[in-house]
């Protein structure tokens, strides 16, 4: 089964850039993880969850949407309904250690049927080449065969099974931008 689906500008720089811009204005909040209930633990994940404000979460999720038969096709997998998009930053130092996305949890049992993951990334890594925004924060997922490391550039869409293991590395400086969704099982 094939374990990732890239897609290269799957958004626009531009649409990166008001994306990233309506961050810096949004609500935030620390990220949680699930665990034996939905928490903050800085030990696991440190994170921020923002909530832009106006129409474009509705316009990541319509783009997100687009993907579905794309997505559904290389993985494949059959795909029911999408979560509903999620935009997080790391700042310097934030991480999130090995987990998977798919789990179950009587505090939120949707977990549970979350099928695959989208990563899509606002912003470049310096490791993508010089001009990045920041350092570190690489998606890596932890294969049967071998670990596969995603180095963030900007309008990068990345699809994988919500249960496979994987973790975003340090980042070292800078601040790294990143909008997640979920398609659940069909």
Same mark, same amino acid.
């Given at each position: 089964?094939? %374990? ?8 626009? =720089? ?5 994306? #990233? ?17 939905? *928490? ?8 921020? $969850?923002?909530? %832009? ?10 783009? =997100? ?9 290389? $993985? ?14 790391? $700042? %310097?130092?934030?991480?999130? #250690?090995? *987990? ?5 949890? %009587? ?31 690489? =998606?890596? =997922?932890?294969?049967? *065969? ?10 990068? $869409? ?7 293991? *994987? ?20």
């Amino acid at each position: 089964m094939p %374990p990732l689906f890239q897609q290269e500008r799957f958004l626009s =720089l531009d649409d990166c850039l008001a994306a #990233r811009r309506a961050m810096d204005v949004g609500e935030s909040e620390d990220a949680e993880i699930l665990a034996e209930g939905i *928490h903050v633990q800085t030990t696991i994940r440190r994170a921020a $969850l923002i909530e %832009p404000a106006g129409s474009l979460v509705d316009g990541i999720g319509a783009q =997100l949407e687009s993907c579905r038969s794309r997505v559904a096709a290389s $993985l494949r997998i059959p795909l029911g309904e999408r979560e509903g998009a999620s935009f997080i930053r790391y $700042l %310097p130092g934030g991480f999130y #250690r090995p *987990h998977r996305d798919r789990g179950t949890d %009587p505090e939120w049992e949707l977990a549970a049927r979350r099928a695959v993951a989208l990563v899509l990334f606002l912003n470049t890594s310096r490791d993508a080449g010089a001009g990045g925004d920041f350092d570190g924060g690489v =998606l890596r =997922l932890f294969m049967s *065969h071998q670990d596969v490391d995603v180095i963030p550039e900007a309008g990068l $869409l990345v699809a994988f099974r919500a249960d496979a293991l *994987h973790e975003v590395t340090e980042v070292r400086g800078g601040i790294r931008d990143a909008v997640v969704d979920w398609f659940y099982d069909a």
